[in-house]
Structures are given as structure tokens and as C-alpha cells.
């Protein structure tokens, strides 16, 4: 059997036999405590400067951002960015509770369906689950309510997210995602799939210089709701 | 299946230096790495002592390797998904194979992969009336072309915007021939409308792995162009090689070292999908495959564990090392006749294909030390293709030209401050020889062992060794 003769052989490389229960043990628990290590310095500072480092990510990955006060206000701001990037007012909309709550007849214009992406759809708008200020990066797991398709088919991806939601390191991230899931399927807290995205997509491989629209989305825009007061700019 | 030519390096070598259109692209491609990555760097203060923690990390996973592999099966199996464990590459071939036939696949998307390089896949799939289809933008052409990459990370590193157009045109036969292609952009948008079909068509999608997770059973790939999400999401099943040392223990393991892995490559801070897979479909999930399969590669690395080259296995594939070799600069990556080229090339490919027929590799070296001064996970690139040349010195596979530079080498290099002393002596040498060119063709005294390789001339600051020692002394 391969199984059988990988370990043996990587046991005879290590000159020991499989691991005596002591350190199996000892490394059962790294695994359960999983630490963290070094976290670079540059996310470690106050609330409102981690949303801005995130925001000015966003950006230096050519993401876009549009702040807005309270949620009640996302259908304008997706209404908005839609017309400035004439783009049709017309999109698929990940099935969540959140964005199903929005007053989206406050913009009659909107045209959605919620459900996942097909190959048709110019623009999904998606419901982000977490992110990562060290980076500019969204944390997009999947479940019945954030479909995965809604992330790579559309030309164009919103996403909204809340501030509250915005951590400063990626261990921060991972930590939600252990707090707050539990699949009953495979007792573990790990979504499916876990998207860690930061900007829109893109390819160097032609002459290695940078081009932007590769497979994935063209255009990644962020509609940021400002949930957190603590997490406010100073004003 | 990659046909081996690393025997024949020596005339490899030639016709890559004789080769206008490569040596454009090489010059033209070198700088574009080195400025991103050291850009990059500078923007992360911590990023040296990250570079201990990445060798720690990989140090001490290597040294548990059974057990952290155990543990990374059993949970992808918890996950609802299934491991198929492969010593060789006929193993992985054979598993990829069966898994597409009980899948009914006709087509199968192809996310960049180097192991399917090593193990031959497409090849394999094609014999058996089975249609790959690479969608990495550099690996669909080089698909088209019917080459293999030239790059770790960077496939197409050889060609030029000419070589692109030209193959476009003469493969996409149902668009205008006289369409125009004014910019790159033109060019990637054709790739992109092209691939659309195929991603939508597959049956099975099958990706490489940039890690493992043990704590959780994932499989992570890192990619700037989301073709290898498309290829992972949208067929029904997906296929995930790695091979036995891309496992790392937990989340926070894998996450230090994504720190180090998109600035060491493309000099970016995170690669734009970094994508960790977990099992297959879950009860609701509106979308993802409803099959999730790992088959995991031993192919000779569980030999190299307890060997001089146990190090080699820590390799995240950023590629670094041969953007910063000036061998690799000079010759490409085809001339290492092989999958992996570089300085990582001539330590792993010996241990994976055999130093009978890999031998010159790690003599493509100047041993310069930048690759080992760039390495994320700090692996003595130098030292390790040193021991394959002593290897082969032991075996008299070496000419025996070769093998009385060499001899006179290993004496000075087993006696360090010699060889510090001689090579500072020379260094003065070699700048009058280079004449501020950069480069050598010939030098005096070592003719037979420069010859077909290329030196390059010392920068001012003095030996390798003495301006890392001035740095780490603050200077
Ligand atoms: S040997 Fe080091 S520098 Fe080279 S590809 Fe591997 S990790 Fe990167």
C-alpha cells in the first residue's frame, strides 16, 4: 500500500518508528491551541486607523471603496456605482438574510435575483463575511447564503461589508470563523471553501507586466457600512 | 510527459544563449521580479525574522511528517473528502485517471499545477481520450504551443508579446485573422472569452496545491488570476495534487508563510485568491463540487527526509531563487531540461529523476549565494547542490576535467577561510576581467568549469559573504 510505504519511508528517514503517544500528545496539542506567531505591526494600531489601513489596501490593490453611514443606505450606494461604471442596474444577489433586509425598493431601478451566479451574470453583489485590514483583504467563505460562483463568474463584484467585520491580521479572521461555525456535516468549523480575496483579478504572464481582468472579476467594489462607532474616522 | 534533457544541459545551454528571441524576453522579464520583491520586502519590516519563523515551521512539520500527514488525511476524510496516497508518479497518473473515469469526464479544466508537470498528467489524460485544458493564461499557451513552462510560477517567461499574438492568431482560426491587438490587455481578454466554454464544460477540475492543512484537512492554492477558483468550483468534482511536503499543521502555520510566499514571488503583498478547500459540497451550499479528492505525491521526496537535501523539501515554489540566479538569467528555464529550473531545480530535480541523469544541474551554479540570500524559508541552496557534486564526485559520473576543478574546489570549500581568502583574492581579478560588462564568459585558470556557464562579475562591495556579513553586522 502507498499509505504504508510513504510513512515507513519518511520513519526511516526521521530513524524512529511512529510517534510514541507522549508526543503525538504533544502535538495534538499545538493543533488544538494552534499559536499564533509573529503578527506584523502594521494592522496593531487603534480601530479607525485598522479601517482605514484596510480601506487604503483595497485601493493600492486597484479594489474601490464607498463608505456609508448605515445599511439602510447600500441599495443607493450599489445604485450609484452602477451608473458611474455604466453598468446595467442589474444583478445577482447572494441569498443572505442581511441583504435580503436591505430597502432595495428604495431604488426601483435595481433589478436582482438572489441565488448563485451564472455564466450570464455582468454583476453580483455578495455579502462579506469578515476582512483583513493587514492586506486589504476580503474573507468570502462559502455557505447556502454566500454562494462561492458569486465570486469568480460576475464582471463586477460588490460586496458589503460592515466595519465591525474588519480584523487586523488574517489570525484574527481564523479565529472568527472558529468562533462563530459549526458544520454538522464534518464536525469542523472550516466552510467548504474560504476565499481570501484581495482585489480584482489579474495576470503578468505576458511579458510579466501587470494586466487587470484576468478570469475573475474586472472590477472589485467594496460598500463599507459604518456599524462600528468605535471604528469611526476622527472627525 | 516531460521529456528529460538535463543530461544534455551543456548544449541546452548554448542554444539558449544563442537564442535572440529568449534572451530578449529574459532581459526584459529579470527586472520586472526583482524590483516588485524587493519593493515588497521593504514594505514589511518583520519580513527577515518571518523568514526564521518559515523555516521553523516547515523544520519542524518535516521532522513530524507522518504524523502531520496522518492527521491532514484523516480530516480531509472527516470533511467528506478522499485521499489517495501515491508513491510514484505512475501512482498519481493512475488515480487521477480512475477518479475521471468513474466521473465520466470528457473535459477537465486545469489549474496551474507543477506537479502536473512532474507526473505527466495532461499526457496521460489525452491517451485516454480524455481533453486537458490548461486555463492559467501562461500555461494555456504554453499548452497551445505544445511546450512546458520555463517558470515556477511564471510559465510563459520565455516568450514575448510577439510569440503571444502570433500563436493566438494561428490557433483561434474562427476569429478575423486581421483582428488588431493593441495592448496586452487585448490579448488577455481573447484568453478569458476563450476559456469561458471550457470552464462552464468540464467535468472535473483539477488544481495544484500551495499548501495542505492539517488541522482542518484543506487544500489551499494561491493565484492572481481566478482561473484555478473557476477550475476548482465549477466542475463536479475536484482534483487537488500535492505532493507529501506541502503540509503545514494549522492555519496560523499556513498563514505566516503566505506572509512570505506573494512578496518572495511576484512581489505583491497577498496574491489577489488566496483559496482554502475543505471537503466537498455541504448540505444547502448552492454551488462547489460534489466530489472533493486530494491525490497526494510522494514521487522520491520521502527519500530525501534524513538526507542532506531534507532541507530542499521546505520549498513554498516561490520561484525566487531563479529570479535572482544569474545562471537561470542567462539560459532560461528550458535548459535545465526538466520540470523545476533554477537553483531549486538543481537540488530537487537530482533527488527526483536520478543525479545519473541530472548531474550537470548542480553545477549550473556560481554559487554567488544570492538564491539561498533570497530563499523565504532560508534553504542553503549553495551547500545542497554542493553535496550533489560530491555525490557525483564520488561516483565518477563527473568528466574528468570537471572533476579536478571540483577537486580543488572541495578542498577549498571544506576549509572555509581558504576559500574566503581565495575567493577575495580573485574577486579583484574577476572585476578587472568583467570590466563592468556584468557578466563572464571565460575565466583564466577554470576555463573548463566556466565554460558554458555564466559568472557573474562581483558587485562592488566584495564577495557574497562579506557584504552579508557587513549587513548583518548593521553596515
Ligand atoms: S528554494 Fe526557496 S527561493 Fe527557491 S522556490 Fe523554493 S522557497 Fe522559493
Request: proline share 6%; net charge positive; glycine share 8%.
Amino acid at each position: 500500500m502507498s499509505k504504508d510505504a510513504i510513512l515507513s519511508a519518511i520513519r526511516r528517514g526521521l530513524k524512529r518508528g511512529p510517534l510514541p503517544a507522549d508526543q503525538r500528545a504533544m502535538l495534538d496539542g499545538r493543533l488544538a491551541t494552534h499559536p499564533r506567531h509573529l503578527i506584523p505591526a502594521r494592522s496593531r494600531v487603534p480601530r479607525p486607523e485598522q479601517v482605514a489601513l484596510f480601506v487604503r489596501n483595497v485601493e493600492k490593490e486597484f479594489g474601490s471603496v464607498a463608505r456609508v453611514a448605515e445599511a439602510k443606505d447600500v441599495p443607493g450606494a450599489v445604485a450609484d456605482y452602477l451608473a458611474a461604471q455604466n453598468l446595467a442596474p442589474r444583478f445577482v444577489l447572494a441569498p443572505h438574510p442581511d441583504l435580503a433586509a436591505l430597502p432595495w425598493s428604495d431604488r426601483p431601478m435595481l433589478e436582482f435575483e438572489a441565488r448563485r451566479a451564472q455564466a450570464t451574470d455582468l454583476v453580483s453583489v455578495q455579502h462579506g463575511y469578515a476582512a483583513i485590514a493587514e492586506t486589504g483583504t476580503l474573507m468570502l467563505p462559502s455557505d447556502p447564503a454566500r454562494p462561492t460562483t458569486l465570486n469568480i463568474l460576475a464582471e463586477t463584484e460588490i460586496v458589503v461589508l460592515r466595519a465591525s467585520r474588519i480584523a487586523g491580521a488574517y489570525e484574527e479572521a481564523w479565529d472568527l470563523l472558529r468562533a462563530e461555525r459549526q458544520d454538522a456535516t464534518t464536525g469542523g468549523f472550516m466552510p467548504r471553501n474560504v476565499m481570501l480575496v484581495t482585489g480584482p483579478s489579474r495576470s503578468a504572464d505576458i511579458e510579466q507586466t501587470l494586466e487587470l481582468g484576468a478570469h475573475g472579476p474586472r472590477r472589485l467594489h467594496i460598500v463599507l457600512v459604518d456599524d462600528d462607532p468605535a471604528a469611526l474616522p476622527a472627525s | 510527459m516531460v521529456q528529460i534533457t538535463s543530461p544534455a544541459f551543456k548544449q541546452n545551454v548554448a542554444r539558449a544563449l544563442a537564442d535572440a528571441g529568449l534572451q530578449k524576453a529574459l532581459g526584459k522579464a529579470k527586472g520586472a521580479f526583482l524590483q516588485r520583491r524587493a519593493e515588497a520586502v521593504a514594505r514589511l519590516p518583520e519580513f527577515e525574522q518571518l523568514r526564521n519563523i518559515g523555516r521553523d515551521i516547515k523544520n519542524h512539520t518535516l521532522a513530524n511528517l507522518d504524523f502531520y500527514l496522518e492527521t491532514f488525511a484523516a480530516n480531509v476524510e472527516r470533511a467528506g473528502g478522499t485521499v489517495h496516497w501515491c508513491s510514484t508518479a505512475e501512482d498519481a497518473r493512475a488515480a487521477v485517471l480512475e477518479i475521471c473515469r468513474k466521473a465520466g469526464a470528457r473535459t477537465v479544466t486545469k489549474g496551474k499545477s507543477m506537479i502536473s508537470e512532474e507526473i505527466g498528467v495532461n499526457d496521460h489524460l489525452e491517451k485516454h481520450g480524455i481533453t486537458p485544458v490548461e486555463t492559467d493564461l501562461g500555461e494555456y499557451i504554453i499548452q497551445l504551443r505544445k511546450e512546458h513552462p520555463s517558470h515556477i510560477i511564471a510559465p510563459a517567461f520565455h516568450l514575448n508579446r510577439e510569440d503571444w499574438e502570433a500563436d493566438f492568431r494561428r490557433m483561434h482560426t474562427d476569429l478575423p485573422a486581421d483582428r488588431v491587438f493593441n495592448e496586452r490587455r487585448d490579448i488577455l481578454t481573447e484568453a478569458r472569452t476563450r476559456l469561458r466554454d471550457r470552464f462552464l464544460a468540464a467535468d472535473v477540475g483539477i488544481t495544484g496545491a500551495n499548501f495542505l492543512i492539517a488541522e482542518t484537512g484543506s487544500s489551499v492554492i494561491v493565484t492572481n488570476e481566478g482561473n484555478g477558483d473557476l477550475t476548482q468550483t465549477l466542475p463536479r468534482v475536484h482534483i487537488a495534487l500535492a505532493s507529501i511536503e506541502k503540509v503545514v499543521p494549522t492555519l496560523e502555520d499556513a498563514t505566516s508563510l503566505l506572509r512570505l510566499l506573494a512578496r518572495s514571488a511576484t512581489g505583491q503583498d497577498f496574491s489577489v485568491y488566496t483559496t482554502f478547500s475543505t471537503g466537498a459540497r455541504r448540505p444547502g451550499d448552492l454551488d462547489g463540487p460534489e466530489e472533493y479528492h486530494v491525490v497526494l505525491l510522494d514521487n522520491g521526496r520521502s527519500n530525501m527526509i534524513g538526507s542532506e537535501f531534507q532541507e530542499m523539501l521546505r520549498c513554498i515554489r516561490c520561484a525566487a531563487c531563479m529570479n535572482h540566479c544569474p545562471v537561470y538569467g542567462v539560459t532560461g528555464g528550458h535548459a535545465y531540461g526538466w520540470v523545476y529550473p533554477g537553483p531549486m531545480g538543481a537540488v530537487l530535480t537530482p533527488s527526483l529523476i536520478g543525479v545519473d541523469k541530472a548531474g550537470h544541474l548542480p553545477n549550473a551554479s556560481t554559487f554567488c549565494g544570492k538564491c539561498e540570500s533570497v530563499c523565504p524559508v532560508k534553504i542553503p541552496l549553495p551547500n545542497t547542490m554542493r553535496h550533489w557534486r560530491e555525490r557525483e564526485f564520488e561516483r565518477h559520473l563527473t568528466p574528468a576535467a570537471m572533476r579536478r576543478g571540483l577537486g580543488l574546489w572541495a578542498w577549498f570549500a571544506k576549509r572555509p577561510g581558504m576559500y574566503r581568502m581565495a575567493t577575495r583574492a580573485a574577486i579583484g581579478t574577476l572585476s578587472l576581467l568583467a570590466r563592468g560588462k556584468g557578466a563572464f564568459r571565460s575565466l583564466p585558470l577554470a576555463g573548463g568549469w566556466t565554460k558554458g556557464r555564466d559568472l557573474p562579475a562581483p558587485e562592488p562591495g566584495g564577495t557574497f559573504m562579506a557584504r552579508y556579513a557587513k549587513m548583518q553586522r548593521g553596515g
